[in-house]
T-cell receptor, first 114, second 114 residues
Framework: AQSVSQHNHHVILSEAASLELGCNYS??????LFWYVQYPGQHLQLLLKYFSGDPLVKGIKGFEAEFIKSKFSFNLRKPSVQWSDTAEYFCAVTPNQAGTALIFGKGTTLSVSS | NAGVTQTPKFQVLKTGQSMTLQCAQD?????MYWYRQDPGMGLRLIYYSASEGTTDKGEVPNGYNVSRLNKREFSLRLESAAPSQTSVYFC?????????????FGNGTRLTVT
């Protein structure tokens, strides 16, 4: 069965620091990859997604992620974080076939101090 | 548009009681999902419905049942609640299955079982 691993449970940064959150998945076939964000007290929102093409995808609020197929990774990055980026971040993957469901990682909590 | 609406927002049950969580979407989406979110566990899929008339088990279906009442509505039932089912439950929908379409989440139902 497919699975998603997020290496960092809790990341603490100061404003303007750079961010990289790791995500690895286990599935041998073609996958679709997502990052979702959950701000305190809110529901999950889509940050960015990768289906095919350019492995470097850009999302909202200055976030980007790079798909490295050989490493089964889809790491999330942001050059300079802001206090408002404090949230929980979830990586998710689904096989590229109809009728399958999205599987989430356990999440990474990001705390940004001003 | 309301998007995905879940009711109730909060619920406290005693062990052994039953209840149904309601979910409705007004985006004409084909697929609907129920997830539970627990600290340190991320989101885990309980059941999903790829299209009207079909339902499938996710990662953690035990203790739950679902009904896809029509295209708009997808309910989750706990027949005999247990403390282990204390969690935040999220309903989500997507346009045509999660292969290509991102999920739209409801605001969640916080359930406590004593």
């Amino acid at each position: 069965a497919q699975s998603v691993s997020q290496h960092n449970h809790h990341v603490i940064l100061s404003e303007a620091a750079s961010l990289e959150l790791g995500c690895n998945y286990s599935y041998g076939g073609t996958v679709n990859l997502f990052w979702y964000v959950q701000y305190p007290g809110q529901h999950l929102q889509l940050l960015l997604k990768y289906f095919s093409g350019d492995p470097l995808v850009k999302g909202i609020k200055g976030f980007e992620a790079e798909f490295i197929k050989s490493k089964f990774s889809f790491n999330l990055r942001k050059p300079s974080v802001q206090w408002s980026d404090t949230a929980e971040y979830f990586c998710a993957v689904t096989p590229n076939q109809a009728g399958t469901a999205l599987i989430f990682g356990k999440g990474t909590t990001l705390s940004v101090s001003s | 548009n309301a998007g995905v609406t879940q009711t109730p927002k909060f619920q406290v049950l005693k062990t052994g009681q039953s209840m149904t969580l309601q979910c409705a979407q007004d985006m004409n989406h084909n697929s609907m999902y129920w997830y539970r979110q627990d600290p340190g566990m991320g989101l885990r899929l309980i059941y999903y419905s790829a299209s009207e008339g079909t339902t499938d088990k996710g990662e953690v279906p035990n203790g739950y049942n679902v009904s896809r009442l029509n295209k708009r509505e997808f309910s989750l039932r706990l027949e005999s609640a247990a403390p282990s089912q204390t969690s935040v439950y999220f309903c989500a929908s997507s346009e045509e299955g999660q292969v290509h379409s991102p999920l739209h989440f409801g605001n969640g139902t916080r359930l406590t079982v004593t």
